[in-house]
């Protein structure tokens, strides 16, 4: 597991290695700028060939004195480099004082005036880097004071990622403005045309949630994460058996840090999920069919099949040891001609929900699957009776939709179902909450997705996946696990009709081999991403349950 960390927690793990006496304030400052300086040649080797000129843009905390420390290490390497200060010299926190005294041996800094940077720096000025010091994980309120600036920095970043001449922007630890824990602009309507966004960010010991929620990774450019010294990232062995794509980890400068023991896990934690966890989780043990569980599926009515299908061949090829489709009697025939593998029941008496009652007498059904293609009247009628039968149940779609508008299914809701809402569906069940999240962030820390579906799993009372290319999994407990599909691990294909069914379709087939919602929607989220990495452009949802064998052989 690796931590995702929280402004208030990154503070905490300082302190703590502050106390300890293994580091000083003014130790781990100087890693991070020499972090910054060592991304930059890692990421733009030519910059190291030969001198260049900077821009350095240091705010009133800390943030601006690793801007300082990074200033002095550029002029070391023979750079020009023009300071700027965003606030009084007077005021800097110590440490940050020092570093600002020492770069005033060097260079003068100027007072940041927002007017000259009205289109300055530019393609035309010959610098190669501005680095944005400002502000990092101290932001609390909104940072609208530099228009001018943000707009330099915006147009800087976009011609540079597409490849032209312009100065790259280097954040350092985020962009000025995003909040670290949320992804969110503070304070901003239209937040990306006026954010000073960066073509690379710099964060240290581990990524922040802001880096990889919301507006976090478009905003970020590509994230490298500088090991501070700080201790250990990542469960022990973890790292060496596997570490989670979609960032890359810089070694500590100079080889410090080393792997002490870091802090336990918290229940306030978010994890990120990892491929040896995964692997862990769909490992198969020998045994027979119905050792690895019966999942059923809850199918559509005539021509409505198709998502309950794509739903089974998901918890098939996942390892469920067997899989049944049920469906209205009308249906039968139209899936009979479509599943071979996969056994099918139609929903034969007085009523499907009293059949589907006779059905769950089979005590080996131990996952059901409810809303893929179902019908919302047809998902009113069969939620009673599927969620009386207190199976693992994963609930997607249009029985979201037959939740959402009816508190008393919504209050037989148990601990064994898991919720699979995208945000559309998030906010028909959860409209407060999803107002919340929609409400313009105006205090830093921003109310983030992690809160809103730690807050949606407690109101539940079951575990909630949020979808999205930042899928977050809650449970009722408060732990929570985020599935970033973004940077290096972005699957943009993945947005194709039926991907959500084979999704649900994962989840429970991993439900019916036994493990518990948390873990399967921890699980189904990674390998749903990587189905989709391992197949690339021009995915087709069937192609999903299809490329699984490939990524399970990868995980081994
Ligand atoms: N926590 C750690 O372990 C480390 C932190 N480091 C750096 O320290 C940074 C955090 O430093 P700070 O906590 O000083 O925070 P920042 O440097 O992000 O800025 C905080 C200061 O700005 C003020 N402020 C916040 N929002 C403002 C706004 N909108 N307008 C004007 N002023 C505002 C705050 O009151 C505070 O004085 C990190 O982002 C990182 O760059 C590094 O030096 C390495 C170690
Ligand atoms: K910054």
Redesign the pocket.
């Known amino acids: 597991m690796t931590e995702i960390l929280t402004s208030a927690q ?2 905490a ?2 302190a703590a290695a502050i106390a300890s006496g293994r580091v000083t304030g003014l130790e ?2 100087e890693r ?1 700028g020499q972090g910054v300086v060592e991304a930059v040649f890692a990421e733009w080797p030519a910059l190291a060939a030969a001198p260049h000129r900077a821009v350095v843009l240091c ?8 801007g300082f420390v990074v200033a002095r290490l550029l002029k070391g390497w023979g750079w020009e480099v023009e300071v700027f200060l965003y606030g009084e010299p007077g005021k800097l ?1 110590p440490d940050a004082r020092v570093n600002y005294e020492r770069w005033c041996g060097m260079g003068a800094v100027l007072p940041l005036d927002d007017e000259r940077f009205d289109g300055w720096p530019n393609a035309a000025s010959g610098h190669a880097v501005i680095v944005d010091a400002i ?9 609208r004071a530099h228009r001018h600036l943000a707009m330099t920095l915006n147009s800087c970043q976009s011609l540079s990622r597409k490849g032209g001449p312009s100065p790259k922007v280097v954040a ?3 962009p000025s403005g995003l909040c670290s824990n949320s992804g969110r602009w503070l304070g901003d309507d239209q937040p990306l045309d006026f954010a000073p966004l960066a073509n690379l960010t710099v964060s ?2 581990a990524p922040k949630l802001g880096h990889l929620l919301a507006d976090g990774p478009v905003s970020c450019g590509r994230l490298v994460v500088a090991d ?1 010294g ?1 201790g250990q990232r990542l469960a022990p062995g973890a790292e060496a058996r596997a570490r989670p794509a979609g960032w890359a980890f810089a070694p500590a400068p100079g080889g410090r840090g080393g792997r002490e023991p870091g802090l336990p896990p918290r229940q306030d934690t978010v994890e990120a999920i990892a491929q040896a966890s995964v692997a862990q989780s769909v490992a198969k043990a020998a045994g027979h069919k119905y050792t690895h569980g019966h999942a059923l599926i809850l199918s559509g009515a005539v021509g409505r099949g198709g998502a309950a299908r794509l739903a089974a061949r998901g918890a098939l090829r996942i390892g469920a040891g067997l899989v049944t489709v049920a469906c209205p009697p009308s249906a039968l025939i139209e899936n009979a001609a479509r599943l071979d593998a996969i056994m099918l029941r139609p929903l034969r008496g007085e009523s499907e929900a009293e059949a589907l009652a006779t059905l769950l007498e089979d005590a080996r059904i131990n996952a059901l699957c409810l809303g893929p293609g179902l019908g919302v009247e047809r998902a009113r009628e069969l939620l009673p009776v599927a969620l009386a039968a207190k199976r693992a149940t994963v609930l997607d779609a249009d029985a979201l939709t037959a939740l959402a508008g009816d508190p008393a299914l919504f209050a037989l809701l148990h601990a064994s179902c898991l919720l699979t809402p995208h945000a559309g569906e998030f906010a028909r069940l959860f409209p407060d909450i999803a107002a919340k999240l929609a409400a313009p962030a105006t205090t830093g820390p921003a109310y983030s997705k992690v809160d809103a579906t730690r807050e949606a799993a407690a109101r539940a009372g079951c575990t909630v996946l949020l979808k999205g290319p930042d899928t977050v999994i809650a449970a009722p407990s408060g732990r929570a696990a985020l599935n970033a599909a973004v940077y290096d691990r972005a699957a943009p294909w993945l947005a194709t009709a039926g991907a959500g069914d084979v999704l649900a379709g994962i989840l429970t087939g991993l439900l019916a081999r036994g493990l518990e919602p948390f873990s399967a929607a921890s699980t189904a989220a990674w390998l749903h991403v990587e189905a989709a990495r391992s197949f690339g452009p021009g995915l087709i949802a069937e192609d999903l349950p299809e490329q699984l064998p490939a990524v399970l052989r990868n995980l081994s």
């Open positions: 990154m503070r793990i300082e781990l400052m991070a705010g009133p905390g800390s943030n601006g004195g690793d926190p502000f990092g994980t101290g932001l609390v309120r909104p940072y350092v630890d985020l240290f010991h501070i700080l």
